[in-house]
Structures are given as C-alpha cells and as structure tokens.
C-alpha cells in the first residue's frame, strides 16, 4: 500500500483484557512513532523506534503498555490489563527521518468497556 | 467515520471566504512548528510548517503566520473549501532540533458552510 495502514480499526475490549495494535509503515522508512490521542485532544507521544531499536519509550503511561517492532518494519503496540483511561484512538506515523515529513496512518480506535 | 473530539473549538466559515485558526503554543524555546489537518476517521495530515527565524510562510491556499512575542501561531486558508472541513493541530518541537516529540494542541474543528 501507499501509506501507513492500522489494525484493526476499532476495537472494543472489556476491562482486564489484552489487545494488540499493529501498524504496517512504508516501506522504508527508519522511524515509527506512536501517538496517543484521547478524545478532544491532540495526539501524545507514547514512543519512538528507529529501525528495530525502540530508542525513546517515555511516553508510555505505565507498565501495561508494551511495543515491539522485531525486524524493523510492522510495529506491535500492546497493552495489557486494559483499563477505562486507555481508551483513545492510538495513531501510527511513519518517516525516513525523526524530524519531519512523517505520515500517520488512520489510527486504531480502542474503547474499554 | 469517528470523530476525533466532540467538544473543540469550532470555526464556521462560508465557503469561499478566508479562515484564520489560532493557536498558543506553550513552550518559548519552541523554533519549529507544524499544522496538521485531521479529517473524520483518518490521521493528521501535515499542511505546512515554519521555523522560528520566519514569521510568515506561504504554501498552495494556505499561510503560517508566528508571532514569537506572544507565543502564538496562526493558519490561514484562503477561499474556503467543504474539503477544508477538518479538525486542525499546531505542533511546536519543544525547541529541541530534530525532536520526534512534538506537542500538539488540542485542535480547532473547521465547518465550512455552503
């Protein structure tokens, strides 16, 4: 595909449950990024992955929230325990760089019931 | 498609006027900035930028204005379009050059009214 494609595109997961969101960047591109955008607001950084390396994983609210993107493409953000405050929509952005020029991808919707 | 805030700020435009949308950006060393637009159901698409030794940018139908003085940032769009209809997002880079951790603000919803 052309651009930075997410999945699933919704998900709706009870309290307590594990869920897995997968981004799929383009080809090529060294950096991935994941935001968090909570309804209302504007994305926030969650982490940061160059190649297979996750460099910054700051923004990761807790322990719960897990990233991986093993041979330097498809990213996995994972969270487990799922909580009521997790939900969002959880963006996906691709660059060659770190400081420009990124493409998001449509975002996965997760909602916690 | 979703939509990506219920209770934004809202600017109401008819189409083919001009559209200002403000933003106060929160961090005095910020020397980078971006506007993104963000449709229902899809992630923020980069509009145009500016850096901190420019105070005016133009781009195709849209200008960024920054006033450093007072820590704001505009996005004008010219001749108003219903594919303009969008939530949009300033980004400042916090000051740090090459930073992937921009800080974004929390969005002005843009209606274009036919």
């Known amino acids: 595909g052309a651009g930075v494609s997410q999945s699933p595109r919704y998900k709706v997961a009870k309290r307590g449950q594990d869920v897995a969101l997968r981004c799929d960047p383009i080809s090529g591109h060294v950096s991935l990024f994941w935001y968090q955008q909570a309804l209302g607001q504007g994305p926030e950084f969650l982490t940061y992955?160059?190649?297979?390396?996750?460099?910054?994983k700051s923004g990761l609210p807790s322990d719960r929230f897990f990233a991986e993107r093993p041979e330097g493409s498809v990213s996995t953000l994972k969270i487990q325990r799922t909580q009521q405050e997790d939900s969002a929509v959880y963006l996906c952005?691709?660059?060659?760089?770190?400081?420009?020029?990124?493409?998001f991808g449509p975002g996965t919707r997760l909602t916690v019931t | 498609g979703e939509s990506v805030g219920l209770h934004l700020p809202t600017l109401s435009v008819q189409e083919g006027d001009n559209s200002i949308i403000n933003c106060a950006y929160s961090n005095s060393a910020s020397d980078y900035f971006i506007w993104y637009k963000q449709e229902s159901g899809k992630g923020p698409q980069f509009i145009i930028d500016?850096?901190?030794?420019?105070d005016k940018r133009q781009g195709q139908r849209v200008t960024v204005l920054l006033n450093k003085t007072v820590k704001h940032l505009s996005l004008q769009i010219a001749a108003t379009q219903p594919g303009d209809s969008a939530v949009y997002f300033c980004a400042e880079n916090g000051g740090t050059s090459g930073t992937y951790k921009y800080i974004f603000g929390t969005g002005t919803r843009l209606k274009v009214l036919a």
């Open positions: 500016i850096r901190s030794n420019m």
């Open positions: 952005a691709s660059s060659l760089g770190t400081s420009g020029g990124w493409y």
């Open positions: 992955f160059q190649n297979e390396a996750q460099l910054d």
